[in-house]
């Protein structure tokens, strides 16, 4: 199984490449991409200089243009296509319609992943991409089950991609509009979920209180550990009772499923973040890479390092992981 | 140019309502003013109050009264039990169908059918890849704004018809997880059908008690309704051709006769807009369609007392 690792700087690409990462995923300083924060992300100089070094390295690189571009923003998109081939990506990885009709279009080489943006969580739906744009590679949602993720891969006409580890989003990707709600931008309009100039982190007698667009996401006491307000992941009231309404503050981490996973036919592991730090993606990609080296070594005595699980632990968001939907008790 | 009126659809229910309040509701509908009446399950694969040949015989009764019937599909489809019931409502040859997912749309190329609120068409080059393949119509994405409708309109293909939700609670996500099953402590697979309980959802506030969500199942709706009545002149004049709203447990009909008699122009859309408020479960918003936050809710007329306009914004 195919290792990708995520790389919003060009340290972080250094750090997973050098970590045992299969490929990494970049994207430009823009909002073309899904993760457009202040900071992150590549110019022109820094992705040529990032690609010798992982091509050197025999490390794919992967671009992500995964937004949904509107007519006043679309020569920003278009242009993204057309350096991301001059460059030579290994893939674009993409999600709306009219990035692939362009791509394939203009760029026929090119090599097209379906972004989990791209909301594709049944063969039908993928087949759609194949059929129209030749597709190579599916990133899926983080809704299914594994068992459902083992019943797609039989259908499904090219090769899946699932997230193994790091932030779990609980909403179908690609349409969730939670963000714009609250705060005006979205994963799917701007490339942003929650947007720094729409956070607030106010310091009260009782604790923190941390707020999106002025609305309260949630209170955390002296002893709390502070979340980054996004929406799906506060505490708010229903009913006369305050909890997490959505989803608690979790991150997936797929690790003891790893020969499920393998067994199902699932071609690359995807590691989330790349909002993250170099040193967590070090620390990540070893880890990672230990355990599917161990999964491709011997499947059925694959068993987690504690030692691993002790590193992912340390580094997850939050305190606690999860298998996410992987495990239907969750759902 | 001569401006049309345009058409009124009622989007699918939402919610998961009784077959009783179904059939009475529809059979309130077949006597009111709109011409595009969506039905289906478009949120949970597992509600099983009406089955494909309930909604197909439920079609034929809106038919005979007027009405063109669309079948609407589910946004997140899952399971190949979701895809079986998929494939029908597609090969149904009776009744135009809304795809909520790129799965419907694959099985709908070739055919005309209706791109709904799941689909992303955010830019003419994919409203065009579209239109090659059959739609004939097009819902546009809730979350964007004005400017971006007044462009895609300028370049649409002219045979594709664009359908823009005015009115309704707005679906903003849709998860794995039931919402309304987790407010019960119940298990998505044991959920004892609980969203029953709740025909216009479950109010989420923030906890100063700002409303903010309604949790409806495995979707997730805002607290306060998109409201684009007053806007209605101006998307008259864009050439919207259908105007979409949203049904509630309450008030649906009376919604639909505002909404008839501004785009008649049978009185200015300010006379009416403070009714519309009342039938908002908790208020309304239009954030959106002013390239805000969807929550917001801006300028609602001109010449709108400011004390009135800014209420309850955040």
């Known amino acids: ?331 | 140019m001569t401006e049309r009126i345009p058409r009124l659809a009622l989007g699918a229910i939402p919610y998961y309502w009784s077959r009783e309040q179904i059939e009475l509701f529809y059979a309130q509908v077949a006597d009111a003013p709109v011409e595009i009446v969506y039905i289906g399950e478009t949120v949970c694969a597992k509600r099983k109050e009406m089955r494909t040949r309930d909604w197909l015989a439920l079609g034929e009764e809106l038919a005979a009264a007027g009405k063109d019937v669309v079948l609407s599909t589910l946004v997140l489809l899952e399971a190949e039990a979701d895809l079986r019931t998929l494939r029908r409502i597609c090969a149904n040859g009776r009744f135009m169908v809304e795809a909520n997912d790129m799965g419907a749309v694959r099985l709908l190329q070739g055919e005309s059918f209706v791109a709904g609120p799941g689909i992303n068409i955010y830019n003419d080059r994919a409203l065009t890849r579209l239109a090659a393949l059959g739609l004939k119509r097009w819902v546009f994405p809730v979350e964007l704004a004005r400017d971006t409708l007044v462009a895609l309109q300028a370049i649409r293909p002219a045979y594709i018809e664009t359908e823009m939700f005015v009115y309704g609670r707005i679906p903003l996500a849709y998860s794995a997880r039931c919402f309304t099953a987790r407010h019960l402590n119940l298990q998505k697979d044991d959920c004892g059908f609980c969203c029953h309980a709740y025909p216009d959802g479950l109010l989420v506030s923030s906890q100063e008690g700002a409303p903010f969500l309604n949790l409806n199942g495995i979707q997730t709706q805002s607290a306060q309704t998109y409201n684009l009545l007053t806007q209605l002149p101006e998307l008259i004049e864009l050439g919207i051709d259908v105007l979409r709203i949203g049904p509630q447990r309450e008030h649906t009909l009376e919604i639909i006769e505002i909404f008839d008699r501004v785009r008649r122009g049978e009185g200015e859309p300010q006379d009416f807009d403070c009714m519309l408020e009342g039938y908002a479960p908790v208020r309304a918003c239009n954030g959106y369609w002013h390239d805000e936050p969807g929550i917001s809710q801006h300028d609602t007329y001109p010449g709108m007392h400011p004390a009135l306009a800014s209420q309850d914004v955040l």
């Open chain 1, 1 to 331: 199984m195919e290792l990708v690792c995520p790389a919003g700087s060009l340290p972080s690409l250094k750090a997973a490449v050098d970590h045992g990462a299969d490929a990494v995923y970049i994207g430009f300083r823009d909002q073309t991409n899904a993760r457009h924060f202040a900071g992150l992300n590549f110019d022109a100089v820094t992705m040529e200089t990032g690609i010798r070094y992982a091509r050197a390295r025999g490390t794919h690189v992967y671009l992500a243009l995964n937004t949904y571009p509107q007519p006043a923003g679309w020569p920003r998109w278009q242009t993204a296509v057309d350096r991301a081939a001059d460059l030579g990506v290994d893939a674009l990885i993409a999600a709306d319609l009219g990035v692939f009709d362009y791509a394939t279009s203009t760029w026929p080489e090119l090599r097209l992943h379906l972004s989990v943006q791209g909301s594709a969580a049944n063969y039908e739906a993928i087949r759609f991409y194949h059929e129209h744009f030749g597709i190579k590679r599916v990133v899926l949602p983080r809704v299914l089950s594994l068992r459902q993720v083992e019943h797609l891969v039989q259908f499904c006409p090219v090769e899946v991609e699932v997230f193994g580890f790091g932030s779990l989003c609980v909403m179908m990707e690609g349409r969730c509009f939670l963000s714009s709600f609250a705060a005006g931008e979205s994963p799917n309009s701007c490339g942003a979920c929650s947007p720094a100039r729409a956070v607030e982190w106010r310091e009260t007698p009782t604790g923190l209180e941390t707020r999106l667009g002025g609305m309260l996401i949630d209170r955390f006491g002296l002893d709390e550990k502070a979340g980054y307000p996004q929406v799906c992941k506060g505490r708010y009231q229903v009913n006369g009772q305050t909890y997490y309404a959505l989803e608690e503050p979790n991150s997936l981490n797929t690790l003891s499923l790893l020969p499920q996973i393998r067994a199902a036919g699932v071609t690359a592991i995807k590691i989330e973040g790349r909002q993250r730090s170099p040193t967590y993606i070090s620390q990540v990609a070893r880890v990672w890479r230990a355990a599917i080296d161990a999964c491709e070594r011997d499947a059925a005595g694959f068993v987690p390092r504690p030692e691993w699980v002790a590193q992912l632990n340390k580094v997850s968001e939050g305190t606690h992981t999860t298998l996410g939907a992987y495990h239907r008790p969750w759902r």
